[in-house]
């Protein structure tokens, strides 16, 4: 019998180690950021291209390296940060396997120049796919300037893979702002298509976070900050109006390194019991001290997961922090939901203006496709019938009225046959989240704010591809800011914004001016209103979205009515009328039930 193991080939090894370590263009950019953090530099620049396709360089000022240096750099596990096994338990930089160089020359083109500070030439090493090209000296600044080219030029399926330039960029700057985060005290810049995106001097923490997110968090911050035996936590965390309905503006550090850790993150979110919808999440930056001896950090290629040797201490600690500083800001356990409905009032408006209660509104989106057999009536849904009128087979009553209402798994159309004039049954809100209504053949039950979000998203929908603009003009522009990582996806998503009656003008920089808002939004919360826009938008991109659909669901659900706000008779009245007007009543973009029924024999089975 032949042999049949061999030794892979060290490109091929390098690609493999490759695959682990690095999965994006964003992953360069956070090994290379660290390399310089851990070569002790003060200023660090990083510069890319097409979002880092064709470019990512990071420039820094740090040690820089000698010629032998420069090559070995290349080596796998070739590194200057472990010597010994104990060097494993006492890790204080951000690299050490030595691998992140060796696996980045394998799969792309690196140019090197680097000059330690005492040298009067660097070195400058050109790599392709882990072949040395050339070495030489050269003429270089002190420290080191790495460029790495064509990621993923020999790996095309790879390279195939790789999302949008917006998608990666975004992975990019979220990178950059990991990094930022954990070193205020360095100066970071970053440059994409030779537009600078972020220019921050060293500072205290709180400026770099008001730096990278927006200036309206100052008065919003709550700083962290206790000294244990076990940890030490410095940090902020956000009020919890800041709170939002997805991830993102959390960061969790151990010893100056980012980390995931959904049971650290439970903890945060404890805190905060109460104080939060189920489904909000709070802003959180939090740096933890924590002796080296007693976490692992070797658990994952990417050292993004982390092992405590005693985590229940640390969740415990971290907790009541937390509480501790929630409860110094005397934050009351009440949340006013109401500042985030911005069609409340316009709801109000056109029910008390519809004069006839039993009228429906008249809108283009409803009325094309008014003859839709759910449609039909629609009005004497409310009408059932009075208990005393029930026989005592609920079943007889369905068969005489021929009503079909959806269950809550089919979706079988209401038809009627036959109208009813009796007395209208008012509908009731429940837990300020529910609607509870009437109808002929038993009770139906209607989730507020997924029946708006899918109003709100025909109605954006119909308005952004007829290229409508009911623009109400602003007195007083109003004024927004938009952080940096964000503004080269507002800036794309303007024309369609515009389409929905809004009037936004660049001031400069990261500010926008909204000279016109579309009729029935209030000007209070606009604010809160685009954030939440942009980050539905941004998450909504990994979906089979156009541009048009994504825009029209990101702002529904970002202007829709929450659980958690009170509705009076009127406005129940028209977002059912509403929401019956739909092309599809049945669920939301997402796909959550608008609404569920139960028949008079299903409730009359309920209490045999």
């Avoid at 799969?107 to 500070?117: D, G, S």
């Avoid at 330039?165 to 700057?173: G, H, P």
């Avoid at 579309?518 to 685009?530: C, K, L």
């Avoid at 659900?557 to 129940?572: H, P, Q």
């Amino acid at each position: 019998m032949t042999d049949v193991i061999k030794l892979l080939p060290e490109s091929i090894a390098n690609q493999i180690a490759a695959g682990e370590v690095i999965q994006r263009p964003a992953s360069v950019v956070k090994e290379l950021m660290e390399n310089a953090i851990d070569a002790d530099s003060t200023n660090i620049s990083l510069v890319i291209r097409n979002s880092g396709k064709t470019l990512i360089q990071v420039i820094d000022n740090g040690k820089g390296m000698t010629e032998t240096d420069a090559r070995m750099s290349f080596e796998r596990h070739a590194t200057s940060k472990i010597s010994t096994t104990n060097d494993l338990f006492n890790i204080t930089t951000m690299g050490f396997r030595g691998e992140a160089l060796a696996s980045i020359a394998s799969i792309a083109e690196v140019e090197l120049k680097t000059r330690p500070l005492d040298a009067e030439l660097g070195t400058k090493l050109v790599i392709r796919s882990s072949e040395v090209i050339s070495q030489g000296f050269c003429q270089a600044e002190a420290g080191t300037t790495i460029s790495v080219k064509n990621l993923f030029f020999n790996v095309p399926a790879r390279r195939k893979f790789l999302k949008t330039d917006s998608v990666e960029l975004k992975y990019i700057l979220e990178e950059f702002k990991r990094v930022v985060l954990a070193h205020p005290d360095i100066r970071f810049r970053a440059i994409h298509n030779d537009n600078e995106i972020y220019n921050l001097p060293e500072g205290s923490l709180k400026k770099r976070i008001l730096s990278l997110f927006r200036k309206t968090y100052e008065d919003k911050l709550i700083r962290i900050e206790e000294d244990t035996d076990a940890v030490k936590i410095l940090g902020f965390v956000g009020n919890p109006e800041i709170g939002k309905k997805q991830r993102g503006e959390q960061y969790l550090f151990i010893n100056k390194r980012f980390v995931k850790s959904n049971y650290l993150s439970h903890a945060i979110k404890s805190a905060y019991q109460n104080l939060l919808e189920e489904k909000q999440y709070p802003f959180y930056l939090l740096h933890l001290e924590i002796d080296p001896a007693h976490i692992d950090i070797n658990v994952h290629p990417t050292k993004q997961e982390i092992k405590f040797d005693d985590e229940r201490l640390i969740y415990n600690y971290l907790k009541v922090s937390i509480k501790h500083g929630l409860g110094r800001y005397s934050l009351s356990p009440q949340l006013d939901f109401n500042h985030e409905d911005q069609l409340g009032t316009l709801i109000q408006k056109v029910a008390h203006s519809s004069g006839n209660n039993n009228t429906r509104s008249e809108n283009p989106r409803a009325s094309k496709v008014r003859s839709a057999p759910i449609l039909r009536n629609w009005q004497s849904l409310y009408t059932g019938t009075d208990s005393s009128e029930l026989t005592d087979d609920p079943s007889e009553n369905d068969q005489e009225e021929q009503l079909i209402i959806p269950s809550a798994v089919s979706g079988d159309l209401l038809t009627d046959h036959e109208q009813f004039h009796v007395e209208e049954k008012q509908p009731t809100q429940i837990h300020n989240a529910f609607i509870l209504v009437q109808i002929k053949s038993g009770l139906m039950f209607i989730d507020q704010h997924h029946a708006h979000v899918r109003i709100l998203y025909e109605k954006y929908l119909s308005n952004i591809e007829a290229n409508k603009e009911v623009v109400q003009k602003q007195l007083f522009p109003i004024t927004i800011t938009v952080s940096k990582d964000k503004a080269k996806i507002f800036a794309e998503i303007i024309p369609e914004i515009s389409a929905l009656g809004f009037e936004i003008q660049n001031f400069g920089g990261d500010t926008y001016l909204i000279q016109g808002i579309p009729p029935g939004f209030t000007e209070n919360n606009i604010q809160h209103v685009m954030d939440e826009l942009i980050e539905q938008f941004g998450s909504n991109l990994k979906l089979n979205l156009t541009k048009n659909e994504n825009i029209a669901r990101s702002m529904a659900f970002s202007s829709a009515i929450k659980k958690g706000r009170s509705l009076e008779v009127e406005e129940m009245k028209l977002l059912i009328d509403d929401l019956f007007g739909c092309e599809f009543p049945y669920s939301s973009p997402s796909g959550k039930k608008c609404f569920i029924s139960y028949g008079l024999s299903d409730l009359d089975k309920l209490f045999n």
